[in-house]
């Protein structure tokens, strides 16, 4: 069956990086679009960053562009989040997703696989 699981979370200072990782198995990771997505408590999850199967293109949400980035590395299967300049408000789990869909892969109903998540914390 799929698996994706993610690492690379831990404790930050605001200003500080970090980048996760997601190890997929069981697809063809290759023809599938990734995504990540992150959890404040008592929330819906939000969309952060997506990529296409070939990482032609890249999606960020408004409160990451500039300060996140999204990569792939197909012979690996696995997708990155590099995550800079980080904010108190980047507190939250972050999950990374996979979608067989081409369109609206910032959006969590486009994937039907989803990692364990992992917990990013940015101290003040």
């Known amino acids: 069956q799929v698996q994706l699981v993610e690492s690379g979370g831990g404790l930050v200072q605001a200003g500080g990086s970090l980048r996760l990782s997601c190890a997929a198995s069981?697809?063809?990771?290759?023809?599938?679009?990734m995504g990540w997505f992150r959890q404040f408590p008592g929330k819906e999850r939000d969309f952060v960053a997506a990529?296409?199967?070939?990482?032609?293109?890249?999606y960020y949400a408004d409160s990451v562009k500039g300060r996140f980035g999204i990569s792939r590395d197909n012979a690996k299967n696995t997708v990155y989040l590099h995550m800079n300049n980080l904010k108190p408000e980047d507190t939250a789990v972050y999950y990374c997703?996979?979608?067989?869909?081409?369109?609206?892969?910032?959006?969590?109903?486009?994937?039907?696989?989803w990692g364990q998540g992992t917990q990013v914390t940015v101290s003040s």
């Open positions: 069981g697809l063809t990771f290759s023809t599938y679009a």
């Open positions: 997703a996979a979608s067989r869909s081409t369109y609206s892969i910032t959006t969590m109903r486009s994937y039907g696989n």
């Open positions: 990529i296409t199967w070939n990482g032609d293109n890249t």
